[in-house]
């Protein structure tokens, strides 16, 4: 008898476990769904706004072609991960097979990755723009910075494309282990390529771009105090108008680092678990992707001027609608 009633007990720990994992899953992936609608609106909103300016103007200034392509690999990354999601929490990869894991992956390694430097180059933009130096190199620099934010954008998408493809060396779906859809990595099988990968992907897509955006914030941030007590007070209005400009962009670049630093302190500490065989944190550095790109628009919208005022635009527009509509409800009663 004891025995039998050790293994009923085992029997009902086991299912106690298991739907606590499945009601977990399911809240790691309303939560992932939430996020990824709320990231859609804001880049969608980003999106609009710069296309209606190239419409108008046909000409997009060097931070706002970055920001554009920001949002756009936002939209496809989140779009990606909406697909992630349900075949990694709910066990459909049996269905698809490591094909969908080897494209979503890919994906997922590419356009975060070239989010990330896309942020450090805007940093930079904004640092060229802003200061204001006598240095030769400098002065070229701010000349042709449109020419040099093609080529900053051309050589970022190719080394995040290669950066991307080892992963699909590393993914092999393993049938005969029970959670066949989260244990896709042959780590063990290809440890040292594996811990190559991860050193160099943290190296060129982390440390590098985090280098970048402190030297151009703290740039901006220094010349910002140097410059505050010169100016001249037969252009204090003008120039109180630049001065306001520039600290919003400052804020808004010391926001997106910090943004940054939050998420690829944590993706790094998840990566070093992956590299090392646990696999059930994996679905924490998808979310800390998603709340990356679901948070770095709102953080634009906030520190653009442009994106600032088209926001208020159109909620002054959608309030006086709501209005009208309502008064003219009254009316009818």
């Known amino acids: 008898v004891p025995p039998l009633q050790n293994h009923s007990g085992c029997g009902e720990d086991d299912y106690r476990i298991a739907s606590e994992m499945a009601a977990n899953d399911i809240v790691h992936l309303c939560v992932a769904m939430i996020l990824v609608g709320f990231g859609c609106l804001g880049n969608m909103f980003i999106l609009l706004v710069f296309l209606k300016e190239y419409r108008r103007s046909k000409t997009l200034q060097p931070s706002e072609v970055i920001v554009t392509l920001m949002s756009v690999c936002c939209i496809v990354t989140e779009l990606c991960y909406a697909l992630w999601f349900p075949v990694y929490m709910l066990n459909f990869c049996s269905y698809f097979g490591d094909t969908v894991y080897k494209v979503t992956d890919f994906i997922n ?13 805007l940093c930079f933009v904004y640092c060229v723009k802003i200061i204001k130096v006598n240095w030769r190199f400098f002065m070229r620099l701010k000349q042709r910075i449109s020419l040099v ?39 063990n099988e290809k440890k040292e390529l594996s811990l190559i990968f991860s050193s160099m992907l943290s190296v060129l897509t982390s440390f590098l771009p985090l280098v970048l955006m402190l030297v151009s914030s703290l740039s901006i941030v220094i010349f910002l105090c140097r410059h505050s007590r010169n100016m001249d007070k037969n252009m204090a209005s003008s120039r109180t108008s630049h001065s306001d400009a520039h ?54 919208i906030i520190g653009m001027v442009k994106l600032r005022n088209s926001f208020v635009n159109i909620f002054k527009t959608s309030i006086k609608t709501i209005n009208r509509e309502g008064l003219s409800r009254l009316v009818m009663y």
């Open 109 to 121: 390694i590419f356009l975060p990755k070239t989010i990330t430097w896309l942020t450090a180059w």
């Open 149 to 187: 934010v093609r080529y900053m954008i051309v050589g970022t998408l190719l080394l995040c494309i290669l950066l991307g493809f080892p992963i699909i060396l590393l993914i092999e779906l393993k049938v005969n282990t029970t959670n066949i859809c989260r244990d896709y990595y042959s780590v």
């Open 247 to 300: 600290t919003s962009v400052a804020i808004m670049l010391i926001c997106l680092i910090a943004l940054f630093v939050a998420c690829a302190g944590t993706v790094l500490s998840v990566d070093i678990q992956v590299a090392s065989g646990q696999f059930d944190v994996k679905a924490v550095i998808t979310l800390v992707d998603i709340i990356y790109s679901s948070g770095s628009p709102v953080i634009l």
